[in-house]
């Protein structure tokens, strides 16, 4: 099973009536911006995901920006989605893959088996030629699905306090460095972590690069498969580290734990100490 779809092969299965529920994940900071978006352009028989609502709990300073969401609520979203058993579920963003990548992983780690992404998301559906639609979406039917959190490994602040294997930050190389911080309390990274950068592992226009480029750059950053197997994962608040989970799936490697709150909750705490530069 692959975890990507290029737009071509969705709008075939779509024509075809293949039974499957086409997510679009948008997240916008203004309220009703996002569904907004959704309504003036979709890929035909998408519902609309809100992606700070459904796929985040509460920030803090305890939790970060966007920590995991919680179980209930999220079994809410899955009634109002449809999600049954039987079903895959593709996901796609209209920006640069990071919403689509955090809908594939939450969805995963919720205990939904098959989850495919859109190649490009979006912007490549649309340079494809391939029609789209305006209105509130797919109407969805009863849902089967339940929540199982905790299908997908994780870690907590305590354990990437204890963690003695390799840690990989996977935001762009100026936020890891410390020389620019746009988002959370302090510049820089947990200490004795390498670099990964989630925007190396997918091409300038966010199309997927293939397995072996992936896994070209996961041995280029000096990283193993063997690493991998123990390794924690993270970024900002979850969301580059989720699409970049995505890629070393995508390319056959172990998939690391995912520390969700990531630096912004790292950061939060003035006693976590922080390392700068390359």
């Keep these: 099973m692959s975890i990507l779809v290029s737009p071509r092969q969705l709008h075939e299965d779509i024509h075809q009536g293949a039974r499957f529920t086409v997510l679009a994940s948008l997240w916008e900071p203004q309220e009703g911006a996002a569904f907004n978006q959704f309504s003036s352009l979709h890929i035909p028989t998408a519902q609309f995901c809100d992606a700070a609502g459904a796929l985040a709990g509460l920030p803090g300073s305890q939790a970060g920006r966007n920590p995991l969401p919680d179980p209930d609520k999220l079994a809410l979203w899955f009634k109002r989605w449809g999600l049954r058993r039987d079903r895959p579920v593709v996901v796609y963003d209209e920006q640069r893959g990071l ?3 955090r809908a594939w992983w939450i969805l995963r780690w919720a205990g939904v088996e098959d989850v495919r992404i859109v190649d490009g998301g979006l912007a490549n559906w649309r340079k494809q030629g391939l029609p789209t639609l305006t209105g509130p979406g797919n109407i969805s039917v009863g849902a089967d699905m339940e929540v199982r959190p905790g299908s997908m490994p994780t870690a907590t602040l305590a354990d990437v306090k204890a963690h003695t294997g390799l840690l990989i930050d996977t935001r762009e190389p100026n936020r890891f460095a410390g020389r620019r911080e746009n988002l959370d309390l302090k510049a820089g990274h947990i200490p004795g972590a390498v670099n990964l950068p989630e925007r190396h592992l997918h091409n300038p226009d966010h199309t997927w690069k293939s397995p072996e480029q992936v896994r070209d750059l996961v041995a280029e950053a000096g990283i193993t ?18 699409l970049a989970i995505a890629a070393l799936e995508w390319a056959g490697l172990p998939v690391p734990r995912h520390f969700v709150g990531g630096w912004s ?3 939060a ?6 390392e700068r530069g390359d």
């Design 269 to 274: 705490d003035p006693r976590n100490p922080v």
């Design 265 to 267: 909750q790292w950061s």
């Design 99 to 101: 919403f689509a990548g």
């Design 225 to 242: 498969a063997a690493q991998l197997e123990s390794a924690i994962i993270y970024s900002g608040s979850g969301n580059h580290s989720a």
